[in-house]
């Protein structure tokens, strides 16, 4: 009864889903290809790849609502009232969103990888060291004397950084310090 009913809104579905489904595919290839060819850690391409697949299933939802007949009207209000919602908790946690945010466009524009050793000019607290690692939230960061040093992305994307060393790690494991 269900199927013969709704037979042309499932068949809808189904070619939103394989569509969308596509497009996944297509941009977790994109995404991979540009991080290998940038050289960028396996886990940040998953990240972006995870990003990636919870809008395209935000939007499948979206569609999927008016394929079953929801109006503009309740929707808008339906929107209105959660993005009212979120919007509050967001204007607690921007600096959380603002980091993940900055991660997302390290991924495709940063120029600097896991192994450089940098100088970040910060006037209030300068930096010299190895990336160990790009999260995203933070970089991690290690100093010749050995400490790690969380330094966090949208703050990187602010302050003018230097490169000092390409791929300063293997010298620093060299000398008998653990870098991890």
């Known amino acids: 009864m269900f199927i013969e009913t709704y037979q042309s809104e499932l068949i809808i579905t189904a070619i939103i889903f394989l569509v969308l489904l596509i497009v996944r595919l297509f941009s977790h290839t994109i995404v991979r290809k540009i991080g290998r060819k ?15 697949s919870a809008t395209l299933f935000i939007i499948a939802l979206i569609i999927e609502a008016f394929v079953f007949g929801a109006e503009f009207k309740d929707m808008a209000l339906v929107f209105s009232s959660v993005f009212a919602v979120i919007g509050i908790a967001l204007f607690a946690i921007w600096s959380i969103l603002s980091n993940v945010t900055s991660g997302i466009i390290m991924f495709f524009s940063f120029p600097y990888k896991v192994g450089d050793k940098v100088r970040i000019h910060d006037k209030d607290f300068p930096i010299e060291a ?10 991690h960061l290690r100093q010749d004397n ?29 000398d008998g310090t653990d870098a991890v």
């Open 146 to 174: 050995g400490d790690l040093v969380t330094y966090p992305n949208n703050l990187i994307l602010q302050k003018g950084v230097t490169l000092i060393e390409k791929d300063a790690i293997e010298g620093f494991l060299d």
């Open 38 to 52: 940038s050289d960028i850690n396996e886990a940040r391409i998953n990240l972006i790849n995870r990003y990636i």
């Open 130 to 139: 190895i990336i160990e690692d790009i999260r995203a939230f933070q970089l």
